[in-house]
């Protein structure tokens, strides 16, 4: 089974400071691994992707995560917090599974992050 | 512009009275699929849809109905609400031949009296 976790459920940072959100996924086969965002009262927004290739995937707004098959690992990151980013993050796992036909994407619980000025 | 639309946005009901929130999307996707989200819980699959006329169960699928007469939409029908279905739901849907990237829909939060 495919699972998720997102170890942090809430975060603090100083704007200016880096950022790292950490995520662990579990998938039986190659995985595809999405971040997305969630303002207060807002839908989701794709952060990014990886599919395959170039395991450091570059995003939207400054985002960065770094693929890493060793360990599961999925992390996001950003070097200079910016107040705006102020939201919640998900991390998600997907994929084409051989003889399956549900493209379900698994979620993580979510890392709430808290930017103070 | 390539989207998913859900309505109604907001919704209060009350115990027991039907209520359906729809789903539409415009990218000629095969794959359609509806969420829940839930404080703490993240976002749990309801049902999904494989194409026209297929549906199967999701891990969260009690108390849910789906339908898919068509292919752009694909309706979440609550029969009979009740106040544990109050929550955010979020429709999605993805191409079947590519990379399982699926689009959100901009979500509906439904209040259960």
């Known amino acids: 089974a495919q699972s998720v976790t997102q170890p942090d459920i809430h975060i603090t940072v100083s704007e200016g400071a880096s950022l790292e959100l950490r995520c662990n996924y579990s998938y039986g086969a190659t995985p595809y691994l999405f971040w997305y965002v969630q303002s207060p009262g807002q839908g989701l927004q794709l952060l990014l992707k990886y599919f395959s290739g170039d395991t450091l995937v570059q995003g939207i707004k400054g985002f960065e995560a770094e693929f890493k098959r060793s360990q599961s690992s999925f992390n996001l990151r950003k070097p200079s917090v910016h107040w705006s980013d102020a939201a919640e993050y998900f991390c998600?796992?997907?994929?084409?599974?051989?003889?399956?036909?549900?493209?379900?994407?698994?979620f993580g619980k979510g890392t709430l992050l808290t930017v103070n000025p | 512009e390539a989207q998913v639309t859900q309505n109604p946005r907001y919704l209060i009901t009350v115990t027991g009275k039907k209520l359906t929130v729809t789903c539409s999307q415009n990218?000629?996707?095969?794959?359609m699929s509806w969420y829940r989200q839930d404080p703490g819980l993240g976002l749990r699959q309801i049902y999904y849809?494989?194409?026209?006329?297929?549906?199967d169960k999701g891990d969260v699928p009690e108390g849910y109905k789906v339908s898919r007469k068509e292919k752009r939409n694909f309706p979440l029908i609550l029969e009979s609400p009740s106040p544990n279905q109050t929550s955010l739901y979020f429709c999605?849907?993805?191409?079947?031949?590519?990379?399982?990237?699926?689009?959100f829909g901009p979500g509906t939060r439904l209040t259960v009296l």
């Open positions: 990218m000629n996707h095969e794959y």
């Open positions: 849809s494989m194409n026209v006329e297929v549906t």
């Open positions: 998600a796992v997907g994929g084409l599974r051989s003889g399956g036909s549900n493209y379900k994407l698994t």
């Open positions: 999605a849907s993805t191409y079947t031949g590519g990379n399982n990237e699926q689009f």
